[in-house]
């Protein structure tokens, strides 16, 4: 019995458009939510009820088979069941209504759900500090880096000095000391304050917003398909790498860790190689700085592994990865005890983490572990992409630089431009199925983990009858 | 009938103290639980299955008064059956399990969880953004007031320069600006890296992390009673406002927004005056300024109205309200369309929140209003009050600067030092009541909003009975 089967006994058999898109009762949903909130980005407004398995239904009665998935977000399909099992339970009434300050009153049952979340860690990371977003994630691995820099500057028990004290208070160093996370151009790290310093994928992300001055390097950019173009493609991690090696030896403040996707997700679904991973760790085993994995998009499984930076093997294992997104909470796992700042209350604050989120992120973890879907996924991807490497060929104005290939269903290709991506995703939609872009001119496949041949089949097939029609 | 009585029949009577101070249970859970975490800040591990009304236990059986409540955060007491059936609900569940992207795919319940949350709005607000934390809402303030900033410069309908479109990509102006937001001295505002520069009250919060160079202004430091140093704390208030001009006029950086908390929470329950307050509005105006009021820990009801800068109706209202604990969502209320970036995606992020922790948010605010708890506070809070000016006057070593007159319960007073403060404390446990510490030498009153006359009664004779033994 496959996997929806046994989840989705109803799960629709496929699409089902009945008006134009947007239909006329999202049309004025969106309407009356403009009044409220800023309902610009909506595409649709959704009936969550009616959702099921792979697929989304709209206020129209509109049922789209999702490969976008809130943004790459939901793991286990729509209202599936073993998760609104947990919901159900006291456990995850208590954590919703007696939220507690989990560093000062943790509960009796919050080390269990801690180690829900640990028990999926990558492999060479065995703790784990919870938040509440991507980017809440990411800045607070950077905090982590800068303390664990100064303390290995200052000694991992040595006392503050008054003058850091004091300075800090004025926002002076040396108590608040210039120091610099690397981060790569196209990367996307989130949007609050020093994450959008670090994000680098649109100017819309970041305009008007004052930031910290830090360097970036370049991330590859390789010719597809990758083994027609082994050699240049080498020659680009020489140069990207050689770039890296220059922010060091260049940098105006130190940097205290690189930060980096293993495929840049919002950017473009732009893949890097083992080699190019591994030397960027060993670079930053030389300068003293640590390797921040950001797995927040291509985490628990959809690359065809739990981790995506597994598929790579990378030794030492970076010292910190972060996620959210298809976790449904937030965090980031390390193994090196001084990452845990020498003395209390330095990485705090009231609610350390939503217990909520942090239970179901551990049955999640415990239904993909079950189910062995990250097997499921490298199948199913698999199966995917040889059926999109032969409509690359027969549409090649519309499918450029393919890529993913044994990257489960983390799929990605190109157009010539925007406006015809555009035009794509929206004829896509016409055609009962939601799919989502990325960088300026490529779309990309999130579906959720228990997306089959099946849905496969839909999707190609809808490809093919929109590319048909151009 | 009472409230308690009607929420909570089987409240504890009194607090059961059975173990010492942390006892045996909490003392192994703390040891076990700081393997997979940072377990030194935890007082002690809470049976929150066992925990009621304004009453929490922990592990060893002990039944604590909590006049903390989670760091200011329980609204409505531990296992409130009216947020239970919320968290019971078939919309909770799917609020849990099918978390969409709400900016791109909200549900047809979305504009009436939003509803919930605009319907205790602070007077003269009408729009809401939402966010995870406190900090993460003030920094979407940051984020919305720096748009604002620019686009009252650039005009709203203006679009960007490609010089700003390029250069805000290598994180330099003009697309990134110089621009600052002015805190006060002793401010809390959240420990993310934009919000930790705000943030001023103790090194601890910020020490090792690079920092926006943004100025500050002080805080008024008023002499107590309020009513016999009239004269004295007017002066105080002229002193401040000439530093807050002086702030503007010297700036490095445009100042795009000032951030104040109507009380000082962690920094010490620092009360402004309503002149105070209303010069602010008047000087922000003037120099073409937002004025963002932080009410995460004020806010809800704690201070005997809704929201406590209610007391001060000050002309026009601020124009960003921010929000958290207490409300268990988070975000900032807003009245100015033009606050509303002009392109849409500017102000943006995958989750734009959490519908489960709106929806329980609304069924907070809509409970509070049903049974006017602001009321119960004020009145309960009176009483309170003049129980401690008693004591205040029976121990003045040990009361000192008793605050919080007309504010509800939101009451604190100071000691001599904080070794002094700190005894108060774990004594006070020692006869079952749980209280918090603020600044250095302060104890902060934050019980919930069903805090009766019978629970002011056994905080009374815990806090006598320990004073007495000193």
Known sequence: ??????????????????????????????????????????????????????????????????VYAQIASIPLGYNNPALAEVARSDKMIRAIIDRPALGNFPGKDTEEIIQGLLKVAPKGQDKVWSALS????????????????QSRRRGYNADFTSEETKSVMENQKPGSPDLAILSFERAFHGRLFATASTTRSKPIHKLDLPSFKWPKAQFPSYKYPLPDHVKENEEEDKRCLAIVEDAFKNAVAPIAAVLIEPIQSEGGDNHASQSFLQALRDITIKHGAL?????????????????????????????????????????YYFHDP????????????????????????????????????????????????????????????YIHNLRGKDRGTFIA?????????????????????????????SVRLRPTLVF???????????????????
């Open 1 to 66: 019995m496959s996997i929806c089967a046994k989840y989705f006994p109803n799960e629709p058999e496929a699409p089902v458009v009945k008006t134009a898109f947007p239909g006329p009762k999202s049309q004025d949903a969106v309407k009356s939510l403009g009044q409220v909130s800023d309902a610009r980005p909506v595409y649709f407004v959704a009936d969550y009820e009616k959702s099921n398995g792979n697929y989304i239904v709209d206020v129209d009665g509109n049922t789209y088979l999702d």
């Open 291 to 331: 390797l921040i994995m950001d797995e927040v998009q291509t985490g628990v499984g959809a690359t065809g592994k739990f981790w995506a930076h597994e598929h790579f093997n990378i030794t030492p294992p970076p010292d910190m990865v972060t996620f959210s997104k298809k976790f449904q909470s937030a965090g």
């Open 452 to 470: 089959e041949e099946k849905h496969a089949d839909i999707l190609i097939a809808a490809v093919k009858k929109v590319l048909a029609s151009y």
């Open 338 to 397: 001084e990452i845990i700042p020498n003395v209390a209350y330095r990485q705090f604050n009231t609610w350390c983490g939503d217990p909520a989120r942090m239970l179901l992120g551990g049955a999640i973890g415990a239904e993909v572990v079950k189910n062995d879907l990250p097997a499921l996924v490298a199948r199913v991807g698999d199966y995917l992409y040889k059926k999109l490497e032969v409509l690359a060929k027969e549409y090649p104005d």
């Open 134 to 149: 991507g980017a809440d994630a990411n800045e607070l691995a950077f905090k982590a880096a800068f303390m664990w820099y």
């Open 413 to 441: 290709w190109s157009f010539k431009d925007a406006s015809l991506r555009n035009k794509f995703l929206a004829d896509l939609k016409k055609e009962g199925v939601n799919m989502g872009g990325c960088a300026e001119d």
